[in-house]
């Protein structure tokens, strides 16, 4: 009872000072006994570049600000901006767990490892922090932390660039740390993947099964979990059913997964049926950059 009431303290907490915010026309005092991860967020890209001109020297100012660029699409201007924080705030693992984030939409995955790889060092020995949610999920409960996503994050930039191991270690290091199963069953599916490449079908059909066997607490993370579900094969769907979601991320996410799951049953031409019409479109979604990659490493292997 302790722990569900409170998670229902932190729900009530959060949405009091999301919509104390959302009215602001201009950016308002944080207080200064509110720990960094609850603070106010502004509610979007003009309000954010307001409080970042009116408190030039407050970091959470220069993340957000980013942030709001980089969901209108502007990924060089995030980019560009957290370079700019760096100069002011060197060696913030903050800044470089965004701007490694962005550097991914911009399909530079060099740069990205190098700022994740970099953050993660930074942190270490740290505590852990909640990241508040831009886009949050239908609860407006947020998931992840600084810590999993520097991990997270990480684990995808080795992933494109076919650092194999490495993305498997980074994703096992997310799954450590995860505070909670959206946050597992992400590490765990990018993990499986990571195995799969590695060529150990075997364990990545073990780990997919753990949690497809599980009764798990999802709040976000419904794609990867059904994408677990069918890398374990106990998800019989048809796999163009699986793939047909009307929205595009979940389209990119389920299309990507269910070619690796093709791949991992032996069925190339099929895989590369459902990925190359994925990539003809591109996006910043985290699987049509995988499914480029993955096309680049079928190519290769011919």
């Keep these: 009872m302790r722990g569900a009431a ?11 000072l999301l919509a104390s ?7 308002a005092p944080v207080p200064a006994g509110l720990p960094r991860a609850l603070r106010p ?38 980019v560009a901006l957290y370079t700019q924080a760096l100069e002011r705030f060197p060696d913030e693992p903050e800044l470089l767990r965004h701007r490694g984030h962005r550097y ?32 949050p999920n239908e609860l407006d409960v947020p998931r ?8 997270y994050h990480l684990g995808l930039a080795c992933h494109l660039l076919e ?21 597992r069953v992400a590490a765990a599916y990018w993990r499986t993947l990571a195995l799969v490449h590695l060529g150990r079908a075997d364990d990545a059909r073990a780990l997919a099964g753990h949690f497809a ?42 299309t990507y997964g269910v070619a690796m799951a093709q ?5 190339d031409a099929a895989a590369r049926a459902l990925l190359e019409p994925l990539v003809a479109a591109p996006t910043a979604a985290f699987g049509c950059l995988a499914a480029e990659a993955e096309l680049e490493r079928m190519a290769r292997a011919r």
């Design 6 to 16: 409170c998670a229902t303290l932190l729900t009530a907490l959060l949405a009091a």
């Design 21 to 27: 915010c959302a009215s602001l026309a201009a950016p």
């Design 41 to 78: 967020i502004p509610a979007d890209r003009a309000a954010a570049e307001a409080r970042w001109r009116a408190h030039p020297d407050e970091l959470d100012a220069w993340v957000w600000y980013g942030r709001r660029i980089a969901y209108e699409g502007d990924f060089a201007g995030a």
């Design 104 to 135: 991914l939409s911009l399909r530079r995955p060099r740069e990205a490892h190098d700022d994740l790889a970099r953050a993660a060092r930074l942190l270490e020995g740290r505590p852990d922090a909640v990241e508040l949610d831009g886009a």
């Design 144 to 151: 992840g932390t600084l810590l999993t996503n520097v991990w």
């Design 163 to 183: 650092r194999d191991e490495e993305a498997a270690r980074a994703f096992a290091q997310c799954l450590a740390l995860a505070p909670n199963d959206d946050f």
């Design 213 to 254: 066997a599980q009764a798990l607490d999802l709040m976000e993370s419904f794609d990867y979990a059904a994408l677990l579900a069918l890398l374990a094969g106990t998800d019989r769907r048809a796999a163009a059913e699986l793939a047909a979601d009307p929205q595009p991320l979940s389209r990119a996410t389920l």
């Design 263 to 267: 791949r991992l049953a032996g069925d």
